[in-house]
């Protein structure tokens, strides 16, 4: 589905710096493969993102989607960021539609799929509501519904639970497996969170910062569907030590 | 707890207003202050009352040059601050200019448009503009800016065109920015064509203020100042009206 061969991005800062946010990325994604990519602040997890969205251009290196390299931004992709960043001018509804209508589809044959999202993310009943009416739960909700509605084959979710409590970040990732299990799609997801990053996963990929590299991809290897209860699962935490060793021995030799 | 907020909210502004007037009407008498220097707030009534007639040609004069200047002030502030915001080169060409036009005292520049464009209301109108234009384009510009990133390469994802985001995403983003500077606008506007009038005029509640104290009339003076006064916040009004109108999504949960 994704294939990154040697990929690095570089960028001059205004002060003519060269700043090397991507260096030597290789990765495969397999088709409906839920993929995590974890690590601290800086490593270049977003950029990664961009780059296989087609958003930035690589500055070395080869990327393909769909065995189709990737020049520019090409159909078939949701993508949900940190903020929900909603239209505070539309309703729920129309919030949903929107994708629908920017990739210049008729908004109006997509109300009945629209309605249909808003009931599996448990949205019933808020269709008119405006954004600033609804919590910041409810709000990444609709950010996903959008991203859902044209239904694509790619999904690319830059630490969207990043912005919510704790409570509600668990609840909402049970919910995307959930969804994901209903309707099957390739997901790539940026998280900072490494118990997040496991429970979510088929394979972890551990990026360390400054250039950012991948420094290990682990299969996670836990039975689906996943609960909470497999955090306790001695499994999950030598999945979890293995991730924590990696990105903090960095930190140390990096002293 | 409704009927509160409404004493709050209405009778306490009210009375107070009524207090200050009845002070001043009673100070006045006490302190037999002579009427050109201060004169009563029943006495302003009284001249008011008595110019109502010829007090509607010259609000009206003051009313169009007034809104001639905002609506010239939006129809050239809004695309200059498209243009700023889309192009850097247009940005730093135009923009020393738009801030170099907004220092330049106005009350300045009027004798010499009046000295170039002549004696009528165009000067006038020329002036609200230029008073009024700054707001509306600083305003207008922060808020096409203020799209957040992710919503832009959201609609790059989708493959829109540049056209259709700015229809879709940042104009309607940039509507409380552009009605904040709207606001300030239209109260400038008034200033401007006052000021206009100030300069060099026959017509106009700016006129009337000024002939009035030429011949010692201060309750004229007077009673054409509080006419501009109701005439900036009835515009204001109006322009908060057609936000209400136009952002619906702004109004407060509560108030629905």
């Known amino acids: ?255 | 707890m409704i009927r509160r907020r409404v004493v709050a909210e209405s009778v306490v502004p009210a009375a107070t207003l009524v207090g200050a007037l009845l002070v001043w009407e009673a100070a006045t008498q006490a302190f037999r202050i002579p009427r050109f220097v201060m004169p009563a707030p029943s006495a302003i009534l009284a001249e008011g009352w008595d110019w109502r007639y010829r007090f509607l040609g010259h609000a009206w004069v003051t009313l169009y040059e007034t809104l001639g200047g905002f609506a010239l002030s939006v129809i050239v502030g809004v695309p200059l601050a498209v243009l700023i915001v889309y192009s850097p080169v247009l940005r730093s060409a135009v923009y020393p200019l738009i801030v170099l036009a907004q220092s330049v005292p106005k009350i300045a520049i009027a004798p010499v448009l009046l000295l170039v464009l002549g004696y009528g209301e165009v000067p006038k109108v020329i002036v609200a503009f230029l008073v009024a234009f700054f707001p509306v384009v600083v305003d207008t510009a922060t808020g096409l800016a203020a799209t957040p990133p992710e919503l832009l390469d959201l609609s790059r994802s989708y493959r829109a065109s540049a056209f259709k985001t700015f229809v879709k995403v940042r104009l309607p983003m940039a509507m409380p920015f552009f009605f904040a500077g709207a606001k300030v606008a239209i109260t400038l506007a008034v200033i401007g064509a006052v000021v206009g009038e100030f300069v060099g005029s026959d017509k106009g509640l700016g006129y009337v203020i000024l002939s009035a104290t030429s011949y010692w009339k201060t309750e004229l003076a007077f009673s054409s100042m509080i006419l501009l006064s109701l005439m900036a916040i009835v515009l204001f009004g109006a322009v908060a009206l057609v936000e209400r109108v136009v952002c619906p999504w702004l109004a407060p949960a509560g108030e629905e």
Request: charged letters at 25%; proline letters at 7%.
């Open chain 1, 1 to 255: 589905m994704i294939r990154l061969d040697g990929v690095e991005k570089t960028w001059r800062t205004r002060r003519g710096d060269l700043v090397r946010a991507v260096e030597d990325v290789t990765l495969h994604v397999e088709p409906n493969e839920f993929v995590t990519l974890v690590g601290p602040s800086g490593c270049g997890k977003s950029t990664l993102l961009k780059l296989v969205a087609g958003l930035t251009p690589a500055t070395r290196g080869a990327i393909h989607v769909r065995d189709q390299p990737v020049r520019e931004p090409f159909a078939d992709v949701g993508f949900v960021f940190q903020q929900p960043v909603l239209l505070p001018w539309r309703s729920v509804l129309d919030n949903v539609l929107f994708s629908a209508e920017m990739l210049g589809l008729e908004p109006r044959q997509y109300r009945k799929t629209a309605l249909d999202l808003l009931e599996l993310t448990g949205l019933s009943g808020f269709e008119t509501k405006y954004p600033r009416e609804l919590s910041g739960g409810m709000q990444q909700r609709v950010a996903i519904c959008r991203a859902l509605l044209p239904d694509p084959s790619l999904l690319l979710m830059d630490e969207p639970f990043g912005a919510l409590d704790a409570m509600t970040r668990e609840e909402m990732s049970l919910e995307l497996l959930r969804i994901w299990e209903e309707r099957r799609k390739t997901i790539l997801f940026v998280t900072h969170s490494i118990p997040e990053a496991i429970l979510l996963a088929d394979r972890v990929v551990v990026m360390t910062p400054r250039p950012g590299r991948i420094a290990r991809v682990l299969d996670v290897g836990l039975p689906r569907p996943r609960t909470m209860e497999l955090e306790f699962d001695p499994r999950f935490k030598a999945v979890s030590d293995e991730v924590r060793a990696l990105i903090f021995a960095r930190r140390v030799a990096a002293r």
